[in-house]
């Protein structure tokens, strides 16, 4: 698999793209979350193989990616990538994102009605149902944490590695599968007291993002929630959640052998549970 690396200028920023596959079959952006970097959907691009377009990009600020957004927020983060989308010439791609990827999917499919579909992986959407039961929980306690000024900064600079290493241990259900050299990639990704800074804003604009997602009205974009078998919190719960908050198209699916890193984890299996949405939506 060719994967080709270029640096796109949107506005203030110098985005980090990396593309695969063939570049006149069906678009798909892919955003990566927090500790991780493009590198997130490596693997997943590999088993998209050459029938689809694939694109993957470090998030602003973070990896090889110049200019953050400041104070994180998603809608920010949405409108930098839909220029990228625009400047691409992409025609109704397939958003999607994992972790704090998946909140930007969600301020993306709200601001703009060009995608084809928005998938969402392994998250909670601040403001919409269950995400106060989630962060009440104590293994929830890094989202607290890293909304600090300048603290969380202060005390993981230098050791990103370890730091990233508890998340990675902790939430996936398979540990090995992300290995050591993607360990150190996604670390070094954030070497950077920039880096860091643009990374931990992504959870200080939260409340503010709760905020917004709250207010944000129905939606007419077709999603995708997926989550990995073992996380803790019944998929169903959060499709509830999705369909209150005004989700009016919504399909799900749980992707077995998986935590919470399902990239690293089941790259394979991911791909399968997008590709197989866009097949049966294609034929509906």
């Not at 939260?206 to 009205?217: E, L, V």
């Amino acid at each position: 698999m060719q994967f080709s690396h270029q640096s796109i200028a949107v506005r203030d920023h110098e985005l980090h793209v990396v593309t695969s596959g063939d570049p006149d079959a069906a678009p798909y952006v892919f955003l990566h979350g927090w500790p991780q970097s493009w590198l997130a959907w490596h693997d997943v691009m590999i088993a998209a193989g050459e029938g689809a377009r694939c694109i993957a990009i470090d998030l602003p600020g973070i990896g090889a990616s110049r200019g953050g957004v400041a104070g994180g927020d998603k809608r920010a983060i949405a409108e930098v990538v839909h220029e990228l989308v625009a400047k691409l010439g992409l025609d109704r791609p397939t958003l999607v994102g994992h972790d704090v990827g998946g909140m930007i999917v969600y301020a993306y499919m709200h601001a703009y009605a060009d995608l084809a579909r928005a998938v969402i992986v392994n998250t909670v959407i601040p403001g919409v149902d269950p995400w106060d039961a989630v962060r009440s929980r104590p293994e929830i306690w890094h989202f607290a944490f890293h909304t600090v000024p300048a603290l969380p900064e202060l005390l993981v600079h230098g050791h990103e590695r370890p730091y990233f290493d508890f998340f990675f241990d902790r939430l996936s259900a398979a540990p090995a599968k992300v290995t050591p050299e993607r360990r150190a990639q996604y670390a070094d990704a954030y070497g950077s007291e920039d880096a860091l800074r643009a990374g931990f804003d992504l959870y200080r604009a939260m409340p503010d993002d709760a905020k917004h997602n709250a207010s944000a009205g129905p939606c007419d974009t077709p999603m995708l929630y997926l989550r990995g078998d073992h996380d803790p919190t019944d998929i169903a719960i959060y499709a509830d959640g999705f369909r209150a908050a005004g989700i009016r198209d919504l399909e799900t699916a749980v992707i077995s052998g998986a935590g919470h890193f399902v990239g690293d984890e089941a790259p394979a299996a991911l791909w399968a549970a997008i590709e197989r949405d866009h097949r049966v939506r294609r034929a509906a």
